[in-house]
């Protein structure tokens, strides 16, 4: 027996976070707001005891926001939104998307990273979840950029008694690399089975540099995984995503702010 | 040690077609396959077209396409592997390559192919992504696409199926006699009436070890760039530049992931482990594919790889060995995924011939299983009910659900590495590569295979920790 349940809310965030959050709050003030998120908690990148998430979920469940947890959004096509949760997988219909899927790191192929695919060379999202394992995964890891939890990763490598060699930005010497490479960009992957070294260029120059682990934390593209909502043209989808400010409070206060100059001019329901 | 009437060594798609052929008969078969996983060289490295067209009548390599040919929906559907006949066009930008369209047709019709030359014009309603500056084409409706991973562990999971020992891992180290052969490799020593050299790039080394004659296999390597789907969606067919004497150039090809692959580019050289890519050719594949489709120059790349095609003087190769009477050589350069399902057939007459008695078992298993995809399901609401898994999303840009994972973790020739797991369900193929789901790959197969974190395999022969 199916049963397809039919909700007719006129607007779905998808994401959880700061950004989701934020702008949920301020759109349930004229309309029904429903949150869906694939992790089961709310809070995102920031993490459920974050103090300043607890106040966003108590303005959100004030505000009459309904939330679909441990719910992942795939597919968005004529106002319905697919959406997949253990044992159930549904239709929601909406008026309007709200994308606030956060950002994941530049791919090898977006960096131009050439050379061998060996094992080692990973996302950095994917290396401290691995690293929260609590066992010693690599002596010596390359970190490129120092976005998207690099500093938390790297206390990770070096808190199981690894070294951390840090290449990016001129300028940036973080405090939490044993060692600098400001201003080089990884350019060649050498390896075949697990990776060896990495080649790092600066202009003309060329060095190599030995490691067993090499984690992408550079230049952080905007996730987009909801198919018909991928382009940043999609149709009746607004994007929040790369917002600026580096917390909770902001992200969430500049996501309303664009959310409310959108909603500005969007039909009001009936 | 164990006694086969066959063993294979080789667990690329020609060995495992070969192997899954064998298993439907009386004969005992064991398939060997050095790496931890089957098609981890040229049969994962290619462009994933099932060929209809590849040159001159009157070849064995032809004739084995052409055998193969009618037979991928059928097949297809039976093994469960993603396959669409969606045509080809191969275009003429200048005067030269439409003059050598000419001959394309007049070869492929000599063949047997259906071919058609047509206008610029036509070409581009055939195919609406290609250059204006497409003078004429040659249409080859019965190309097509086709998941060659998905194919190659279809005809290893078949084998299992019908009895087939498919042992992983296992490197043949030496080979004594000739018939019985005693193979030996780390997981034991087999013994077999009959060998089958699908080896590829290592058949060479297969055949000295066996005592034939010397196969001169070299590598030879393409590069390729993968483009995300947002254009791979909008192509309806498969975009070859003009086959001319020295080359048969980059092309623009649809996948049945949805995404775009450009190339491969052809470079000999003389080590078989170097699969690297390097900027200078990736954006030289790019541009001459953009010559063909415009709009390839600046979609978003998802990545690039490279992979070595088992080259050799002798392109197709599949007969018994001249010193060798109980020795067959399968290899094939650059046509073995659209040549397999009658490369297989072949191979049992050539070994029929040669005394091995194989009668067709009646109650072999034809088919297996059929695993619905998420992504693809035109109602997928009600895959909950085949599986609740199915509402877990592993991997989002593919939408790989935690169902069809443990379906590619179970069962025979399970996957028993991330890249496996990637190679059997696309899970971590998609824009972000696996920045959200890698982990959680990385521990459902831990979890499989029954090992740490840092033990677990991210490729064939990586693991997460060095």
């Known amino acids: 027996v199916r049963e397809r349940e039919r909700v007719t809310d006129r607007v779905i965030v998808v994401g959880a976070g700061a950004a989701g959050l934020g702008a949920a709050i301020e759109l349930a003030r004229t309309r029904p707001v429903r949150v869906v998120d694939r992790i089961p908690v709310a809070g995102g990148v920031a993490g459920f005891e974050h103090p300043h998430v607890a106040s966003l979920l108590d303005a959100a469940s004030r505000a009459g926001v309904r939330f679909e947890l441990g719910a992942t959004a795939t597919r968005w096509h004529g106002g319905r939104l697919l959406v997949c949760a253990p044992g159930a997988i549904r239709w929601l219909t909406a008026d309007a998307l709200v994308f606030a899927g956060g950002e994941r790191p530049a791919t090898a192929a977006e960096l131009g990273l050439v050379g061998e695919r060996p094992a080692g060379v990973l996302p950095i999202t994917v290396a401290k979840h691995l690293l929260e394992t609590g066992v010693a995964l690599w002596r010596h890891a390359v970190i490129l950029g120092d976005r998207l939890g690099a500093n938390a990763t790297a206390a990770l490598v070096r808190h199981t008694g690894g070294r951390v060699t840090y290449v990016g930005d001129a300028g940036s010497c973080p405090d939490w690399a044993d060692r600098s490479r400001s201003g080089w960009r990884a350019a060649t992957v050498l390896g075949t089975d697990h990776v060896r070294a990495v080649e790092i260029v600066r202009g003309d120059e060329r060095e190599r540099i030995d490691c067993d682990a090499l984690l992408l934390a550079v230049d952080p593209r905007p996730v987009r995984n909801v198919e018909g909502a991928i382009a940043d043209d999609a149709e009746g989808v607004l994007f929040l995503q790369g917002l600026p400010g580096d917390d909770v409070s902001r992200v969430a206060d500049e996501a309303a702010r664009e959310a409310r100059t959108i909603a500005a001019g969007w039909a009001v329901a009936s | ?466």
């Open chain 2, 1 to 466: 040690v164990t006694a086969f009437d066959v063993v294979v060594i080789g667990g690329g798609v020609l060995g495992c077609a070969i192997a899954a052929r064998l298993a439907a008969t009386t004969a005992r078969v064991c398939l060997l396959e050095a790496s931890a996983d089957v098609g981890n060289q040229a049969s994962k490295g290619n462009a994933g077209v099932a060929v209809s067209y590849y040159g001159a009548p009157g070849t064995l390599e032809t004739d084995l396409i052409c055998a193969s040919n009618p037979r991928w929906e059928d097949l297809c559907a039976r093994l469960d592997v993603p396959y669409r006949r969606c045509g080809a066009v191969m275009i003429a930008l200048d005067d030269l390559e439409a003059a050598a369209l000419d001959a394309v047709v007049v070869e492929a019709r000599a063949c047997g192919i259906r071919a058609e030359l047509v206008d610029g014009a036509r070409a581009r309603r055939i195919e609406p992504m290609i250059t204006s500056a497409a003078i004429a084409a040659v249409h080859l409706p019965d190309e097509g696409i086709i998941d060659p991973m998905r194919l190659t562990v279809a005809f290893a999971r078949l084998a299992a199926a019908n009895g087939c020992d498919v042992r992983r891992s296992s490197p043949a180290t030496a080979i004594d006699g000739d018939g019985p052969f005693r193979i030996t490799t780390p997981n034991g020593v087999v013994t077999a009436c009959f060998l089958v050299n699908a080896a590829g790039v290592a058949a060479g080394r297969v055949s000295e070890l066996a005592g034939g004659e010397a196969l001169g296999m070299y590598p030879r390597k393409g590069q390729y760039l993968v483009l995300d789907r947002g254009l791979g969606t909008r192509m309806r067919s498969i975009v070859f530049s003009t086959h001319l004497a020295d080359t048969k150039g980059t092309n623009v090809i649809p996948t049945t992931h949805g995404t775009c692959l450009l190339g491969p580019t052809a470079t000999d050289h003389d080590d078989p482990a170097d699969r690297a890519t390097d900027g200078v050719t990736l954006a030289a594949v790019r541009a001459a594919a953009a010559r063909l489709v415009p709009a390839v120059a600046t979609a978003t790349a998802v990545k690039s790889f490279a992979a070595n095609r088992p080259a050799a003087s002798e392109r197709t190769r599949l007969r018994i060995d001249p010193d060798v009477p109980t020795l067959l050589h399968a290899t094939n350069r650059s046509t073995g995924v659209s040549a397999a399902p009658a490369t297989a057939d072949r191979a049992l007459a050539l070994l029929r011939d040669a005394g091995l008695v194989a009668a067709d078992r009646a109650g072999s298993v034809a088919a297996l299983p059929a695993v619905p995809s998420l992504r693809t399901s035109a109602e997928p609401e009600r895959l909950t009910a085949i599986d609740p898994a199915y509402g877990q999303v592993v991997c989002v840009c593919e939408q790989v659900s935690a169902a069809e994972i443990r379906a590619a973790l179970a069962g025979p020739v399970g996957a028993r590495s991330v890249d496996a797991l990637r190679r059997r369900t696309g899970a971590g193929y998609g824009r972000c590569q696996g920045a959200l789901c890698m982990a959680g790959l990385t521990f459902l197969t831990a979890m499989a295979a029954g090992t740490g974190p840092a033990e677990t395999r991210l490729t064939a022969c990586g693991s997460v920790s060095a």
